[in-house]
């Protein structure tokens, strides 16, 4: 299990930014694919959600309204749309999949830095 996150950068307040998340190594269809943060000096949060099947999604509190996750199975590519970025949303992301009972596969990857800043 691999997955390679891209599409981070340096964002002015209230700008947008689309993250990529490329997995490899099992049957994406089949796994629920999540975003999470990690913001200097804090532990990594959830972000978002997205489901396998119907694609049922989920988002914590501080980013409902303003980001999107979606995936593209033919691709393997799970996306986080990005949109009215704050400075608190300043972090690494970071993907993962998940199975069924909602227990994280594979293992951390490298993340993509987004940097929110005037």
């Known amino acids: 299990v691999q997955v390679v996150e891209s599409g981070g950068g340096l964002v002015q307040p209230g700008g947008s930014l689309r993250l990529s998340c490329a997995a490899s190594?099992?049957?994406?269809?089949?796994?629920?694919m999540r975003w999470y943060r990690q913001a200097p000096g804090k532990e990594r949060e959830l972000v978002a959600i997205?489901?396998?099947?119907?694609?049922?999604?989920y988002y914590a509190d501080s980013v409902k309204g303003r980001f999107t996750i979606s995936r593209a199975s033919a691709q393997n590519t799970v996306y986080l749309q990005m949109d009215g970025l704050k400075p608190e949303d300043t972090a690494v992301y970071y993907c993962?999949?998940?199975?069924?009972?909602?227990?994280?596969?594979?293992?951390w990857g490298q993340g993509t830095q987004v940097t929110v800043s005037s």
């Open positions: 997205i489901e396998s099947g119907y694609g049922n999604t």
């Open positions: 993962r999949a998940s199975d069924g009972m909602g227990i994280l596969v594979g293992s």
């Open positions: 190594g099992f049957t994406f269809s089949n796994y629920a």
